[in-house]
């Protein structure tokens, strides 16, 4: 298949996860793709696996909190492949140990998270958005969360900055919409990757898992097919929007998974 036949995508975050999954993916589909993350060895390992499935990739080793680090990874897409096309500004999260309810988290590790997600994802787009717009559109997707969207006893920080996320989304929607780059966000819900894996004890994952209409949680595969779709023609019509993936997570009523429980046999 080749629905990002003649694409060229940046991945930030590449090297584990849903960025290594969203990366190997639109290379199937075609893309020549940037595998960006700050971990160097990890990038070089997602390019490696790109390229052992016969696509192209160019590992880059950037850190998103730091400006010249991204201006550098847009000159140097641009220099290797000519053109760009996709940016997933895929970095983010928050350090669950600290990003705590209101009086307790950690005020540093906030501003540390406005870094990482906020202003890793504006000023992504700003430096990648003139290439698109001298290649007569593109796509920008970036990674919010369905903490944007739901109130929660912990991770006050994370919740405040993929919110974020969406509103710039919908700027950069409305600003640029004339000249065909468009801009959507993605907002998964409890997706298996490391991240996630390593910060949640056990019980936390079983519960996640009921709090779902579907009856698993998802895999990083599953926000990389999202993203496949946002990054190719077929979403051309669509833009400004916030693509819930999240097995039905936040659009459940509370009571469900208790009322499930009771149904008959
Ligand atoms: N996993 C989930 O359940 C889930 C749910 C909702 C949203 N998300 C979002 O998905 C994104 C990544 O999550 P993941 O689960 O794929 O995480 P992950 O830890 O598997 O991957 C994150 C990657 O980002 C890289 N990275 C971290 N800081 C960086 C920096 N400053 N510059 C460059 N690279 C950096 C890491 O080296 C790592 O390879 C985040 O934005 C997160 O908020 C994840």
Same mark, same amino acid.
């Not at 160019?58 to 990874?73: C, H, K, N, Q, Y």
């Not at 492949?81 to 997933?88: H, W, Y």
């Not at 409890?190 to 996640?208: F, K």
């Given at each position: 298949?080749?629905?990002?036949?003649?694409?060229?995508?940046?991945?930030?975050?590449? +090297?584990?996860?849903?960025?290594?999954?969203?990366?190997?993916?639109?290379?199937?589909? /075609?893309?020549?793709?940037?595998?960006?993350?700050?971990?160097?060895?990890?990038?070089?390992?997602?390019?490696?696996?790109?390229?052992?499935?016969?696509?192209?990739?160019?590992?880059?080793?950037?850190?998103?909190?730091?400006?010249?680090?991204?201006?550098?990874?847009?000159?140097?897409?641009?220099?290797?492949?000519?053109?760009?096309?996709?940016?997933?500004? *895929?970095?983010? +999260?928050?350090?669950?140990?600290?990003?705590?309810?209101?009086?307790?988290?950690?005020?540093?590790?906030?501003?540390?998270?406005?870094?990482?997600?906020?202003?890793?994802?504006?000023?992504?787009?700003?430096?990648?958005?003139? *290439?698109?717009?001298?290649?007569?559109?593109?796509?920008?997707?970036?990674?919010?969360?369905?903490?944007?969207?739901?109130?929660?006893?912990?991770?006050?920080?994370?919740?405040?900055?993929?919110?974020?996320?969406?509103?710039?989304?919908?700027?950069?929607?409305?600003?640029? /919409?004339?000249? !065909?780059?468009?801009? !959507?966000?993605?907002?998964? +819900?409890?997706?298996?990757? #490391?991240?996630?894996?390593?910060?949640? #004890?056990?019980?936390?994952?079983?519960?996640?898992?009921?709090?779902?209409?579907?009856?698993?949680?998802?895999? #990083?595969?599953?926000?990389? *097919?999202?993203?496949?779709?946002?990054?190719?023609?077929?979403?051309?019509?669509?833009?400004?929007?916030?693509?819930?993936?999240? +097995?039905?997570?936040?659009?459940?009523?509370?009571?469900?998974?208790?009322?499930?429980?009771?149904?008959?046999?």
């Amino acid at each position: 298949m080749e629905r990002l036949k003649d694409k060229v995508a940046v991945v930030t975050g590449a +090297g584990s996860g849903i960025g290594r999954a969203a990366a190997e993916l639109m290379s199937r589909e /075609g893309a020549r793709v940037v595998v960006a993350d700050y971990d160097t060895a990890a990038a070089a390992e997602s390019a490696a696996l790109i390229e052992k499935a016969g696509g192209l990739a160019l590992p880059v080793t950037v850190d998103v909190t730091d400006e010249s680090s991204i201006a550098d990874m847009i000159a140097g897409t641009v220099r290797e492949f000519g053109a760009l096309n996709v940016l997933c500004n *895929h970095v983010g +999260g928050t350090d669950p140990r600290t990003d705590l309810d209101l009086l307790r988290m950690d005020m540093e590790e906030f501003h540390r998270a406005v870094a990482r997600n906020v202003t890793s994802t504006l000023l992504g787009a700003r430096h990648a958005i003139p *290439h698109m717009i001298r290649a007569g559109g593109g796509s920008v997707i970036n990674t919010a969360s369905v903490a944007a969207l739901v109130g929660d006893v912990l991770q006050t920080s994370y919740g405040a900055v993929k919110a974020a996320v969406v509103s710039i989304t919908k700027s950069i929607a409305v600003q640029y /919409g004339p000249q !065909n780059v468009r801009c !959507n966000a993605v907002a998964p +819900g409890a997706v298996m990757t #490391p991240a996630l894996e390593n910060n949640l #004890p056990a019980g936390v994952i079983e519960s996640l898992k009921k709090g779902n209409a579907l009856p698993c949680l998802g895999a #990083p595969e599953d926000i990389g *097919h999202a993203m496949v779709f946002l990054a190719s023609d077929e979403s051309r019509y669509l833009t400004g929007q916030l693509l819930v993936v999240d +097995g039905g997570m936040t659009m459940q009523s509370s009571a469900a998974p208790g009322r499930r429980a009771q149904l008959p046999a």
